[in-house]
């Protein structure tokens, strides 16, 4: 398996892959996007001679992790192009650089977290039903923090949001749900590299900037994992099921194998 592995990445430029400590970290914001389950499954096979005690087993680990984790071009290779442009522009309206660009610093100036503050301020002030003007008022104010502010808000959306939140009221007020907002920075970027709308030198810059991004105010892979959950909870309200990503972070924060037992936060 070993060998497979090796041939499959041998092809695939080193200047996508992460050649840090920082980097290996930042890359691991976004691995709940990565083929978790299959990718695991590998690296428990190549690992499975390899004696946990044995001089530089971690070493021996990371080098497994490089192929799916660690890498700009994820798992996907170079003949992914056209695909990730059409997720960029189905899920991102990202259609090109400017594009691109405009949305990375929304999502580091912005993101949703400062839509969901405004929401959780709203919140504690008003305890009782809402009236339709003060969902009104509120609507205008949440219109601002948003990627689009030109777009009609989804009150529908809205009263889910307000309801998700009031339903957890103990621990989403206090919540920071950065991990969600850079999370989907590490994702765009590496969709975005195979799209061809930016050089490793411009994704690598951005990546770099997630590190103290990150770090500010979470302080542990679990802190990440509940950060990004609630956000992604959070703004999909409207749907009624939410378990495949609660699964995958289940997985990430128990695998042996997985960056979040490796890497250090």
């Not at 680990?61 to 799916?68: D, V």
């Not at 991990?179 to 590299?193: K, N």
């Amino acid at each position: 398996m070993f060998k497979t592995i090796v041939n499959l990445f041998a092809g695939r430029p080193k200047e996508a892959l992460a050649d840090n400590d920082l980097r290996r970290f930042a890359m691991s914001l976004g691995a709940m996007y990565i083929d978790v389950k299959s990718s695991l499954d590998d690296i428990a096979d190549d690992m499975s001679d390899v004696n946990i005690k044995s001089s530089g087993y971690t070493d021996k680990l990371i080098k497994e992790m490089e192929g799916h984790f660690f890498r700009l071009d994820m798992d996907y290779g170079p003949n992914y192009s056209d695909h990730c442009k059409k997720l960029l522009e189905e899920m991102w309206e990202v259609t090109d650089k400017v594009s691109l660009i405009k949305m990375v610093d929304f999502l580091f100036d912005k993101g949703h977290r400062l839509y969901y503050d405004c929401l959780c301020r709203f919140i504690k002030n008003h305890s009782g039903e809402i009236k339709d003007p003060e969902l009104s008022s509120l609507a205008d104010e949440l219109k601002l923090l948003i990627f689009d502010p030109t777009e009609l808000p989804d009150l529908d959306l809205i009263h889910a949001q307000i309801e998700f939140i009031r339903n957890n009221p103990n621990k989403l007020l206090s919540l920071n749900i950065i991990g969600w907002d850079v999370a989907r920075i590490i994702h765009i970027l590496r969709l975005s590299y195979l799209a061809k709308y930016i050089s490793h030198e411009e994704a690598w810059g951005y990546v770099d900037k997630t590190v103290d991004f990150a770090r500010k105010d979470l302080h542990s892979w679990q802190e990440f994992s509940d950060s990004f959950l609630v956000g992604r909870s959070f703004w999909s309200a409207l749907e009624k099921e939410m378990g495949e990503f609660e699964q995958i972070n289940k997985i990430l924060l128990n695998n042996k194998y997985s960056p979040w037992n490796v890497v250090k936060w």
